[in-house]
């Protein structure tokens, strides 16, 4: 055993990838089926109590890396980056049963989590996993998928081609309140590469090729609300 946790290593289609993709897909199984026969306000519970552990895990996550990281700044942690606003979405879809909301949280915040999965940043590949940065950042993303997928698995949300509008307007939102507070961050010193949901400076294959054509903060994202729009109308013809 000892061998195995020096050796075991996480990088994406490995069998430790396909370990914690497995283990996301069981637990969003057994949610769904504990969910089945309970009414309608046990199952929003249910889903609250799901957002709740996932917000739980992700501060302890994030705080923990103070411990793993040199780099650690406890202003580069705030909840504004994707999944994290996802996260706090859920929580408030869950309490309001706002539609609106719950379709941004199965399409966007599905695709958010499906994408950290995927393409990890750079600190989060070829992790140890049965490391603390393994069992927080996947553990945490395949939980954010399992919250936001239950609101369809559990018949509280019928995905709708009408609300696939909501993608991209909350895109938009959440990206302009995230590039204000960028802005702030860097013109106060408190995190001088504060870049949340990328709206300073690209941070992946996808969005430098954007950048490229478009290089102004911000606005280089305006075809994102379009091609997240899209992707929902897809998904949700799926579904």
Same mark, same amino acid.
Request: some cysteine.
């Given at each position: 055993?000892?061998?195995?946790?020096?050796?075991?290593?996480?990088?994406?289609?490995?069998? #430790? #990838?396909?370990?914690?993709?497995?283990?996301?897909?069981?637990?969003?199984?057994?949610?769904?089926?504990?969910?089945?026969?309970?009414?309608?306000?046990?199952?929003?519970?249910?889903?609250?109590?799901?957002?709740?552990?996932?917000?739980?895990?992700?501060?302890?996550?994030?705080?923990?890396?103070?411990?793993?990281?040199?780099?650690?700044?406890?202003?580069?942690?705030?909840?504004?980056?994707?999944?994290?606003?996802?996260?706090?979405?859920?929580?408030?879809?869950?309490?309001?049963?706002?539609?609106?909301?719950?379709?941004?949280?199965?399409?966007?915040?599905?695709?958010?989590?499906?994408?950290?999965?995927?393409?990890?940043?750079?600190?989060?590949?070829?992790?140890?996993?049965?490391?603390?940065?393994?069992?927080?950042?996947?553990?945490?993303?395949?939980?954010?998928?399992?919250?936001?997928?239950?609101?369809?698995?559990?018949?509280?949300?019928?995905?709708?081609?009408?609300?696939?509008? #909501?993608?991209?307007?909350?895109?938009?939102?959440?990206?302009?309140?995230?590039?204000?507070?960028?802005?702030?961050?860097?013109?106060?010193?408190?995190?001088?590469?504060?870049?949340?949901?990328?709206?300073?400076?690209?941070?992946?294959?996808?969005?430098?090729?954007?950048?490229?054509?478009?290089?102004?903060?911000?606005?280089?994202?305006?075809?994102?609300?379009?091609?997240?729009?899209?992707?929902?109308?897809?998904?949700?013809?799926?579904?």
């Amino acid at each position: 055993m000892g061998d195995i946790r020096k050796e075991a290593r996480i990088s994406v289609f490995n069998r #430790w #990838w396909w370990f914690y993709v497995i283990l996301t897909a069981a637990v969003l199984l057994l949610v769904t089926v504990s969910g089945k026969n309970l009414n309608e306000d046990s199952r929003y519970r249910l889903v609250l109590i799901l957002s709740i552990i996932e917000l739980v895990i992700l501060r302890i996550y994030k705080f923990s890396l103070k411990n793993i990281r040199a780099d650690y700044n406890y202003f580069n942690e705030l909840p504004c980056y994707l999944c994290n606003q996802a996260t706090l979405l859920c929580i408030i879809a869950a309490i309001t049963r706002n539609v609106s909301i719950m379709a941004y949280c199965v399409s966007i915040g599905t695709r958010g989590a499906i994408l950290a999965f995927v393409m990890p940043d750079s600190y989060n590949r070829n992790q140890l996993v049965f490391s603390r940065q393994a069992y927080g950042f996947y553990g945490y993303h395949g939980l954010l998928i399992v919250t936001c997928l239950s609101f369809y698995t559990l018949n509280l949300y019928v995905p709708a081609l009408k609300d696939c509008i #909501w993608a991209g307007i909350y895109t938009i939102v959440l990206a302009v309140i995230a590039h204000i507070i960028n802005i702030i961050m860097v013109k106060t010193g408190l995190n001088p590469k504060s870049n949340y949901v990328f709206t300073m400076y690209p941070d992946n294959i996808v969005m430098q090729t954007l950048y490229d054509r478009f290089p102004v903060r911000l606005l280089y994202m305006l075809p994102i609300p379009v091609v997240f729009t899209v992707y929902a109308r897809l998904l949700f013809r799926i579904l």
